[in-house]
């Protein structure tokens, strides 16, 4: 996607991984995980102690009780025109940019999200 979203990325799109296991995500293996990915500006990966992810997590409506427990969740929002979907599981990127843009223009086209959700 960050590739896609091209110079977007850091602007007018942030893109922040949140860590379900941050015993085991310390900030130094989310550098190596993010490097090995090409991260580039505007990508944030968020780690912290458990007590503190756990409540972010629950403030974004998502929980993982056990690591093993989690399903992929994407939230893509646009708090200017007030527009925001998630989808669950991992989307081809194309339909995951498509989403971006949609919500980027205040747009939501819940087929495309309901689409995302598949594997």
Do not use: C
Request: proline letters at 4%; a neutral charge.
């Amino acid at each position: 996607m960050q590739k896609e979203l091209g110079f977007k990325v850091g602007s007018d799109v942030h893109l922040i991984s949140v860590s379900v296991d941050p015993l085991t995500d310390t900030p130094e293996r989310l550098k190596a995980w993010g490097a090995k990915f090409k991260a580039g500006a505007g990508w944030t990966f968020v780690t912290g102690n458990k007590p503190e992810i756990d409540r972010l997590l629950l403030a974004l409506g998502a929980s993982a009780a056990r690591r093993e427990d989690h399903t992929p969740t994407v939230i893509v929002g646009n708090d200017t025109k007030d527009v925001w979907t998630r989808t669950y599981g991992l989307a081809k990127s194309t339909q995951m940019v498509t989403l971006i843009e949609n919500v980027m223009a205040g747009k939501l086209d819940e087929s495309i999200a309901k689409e995302s959700n598949q594997p």
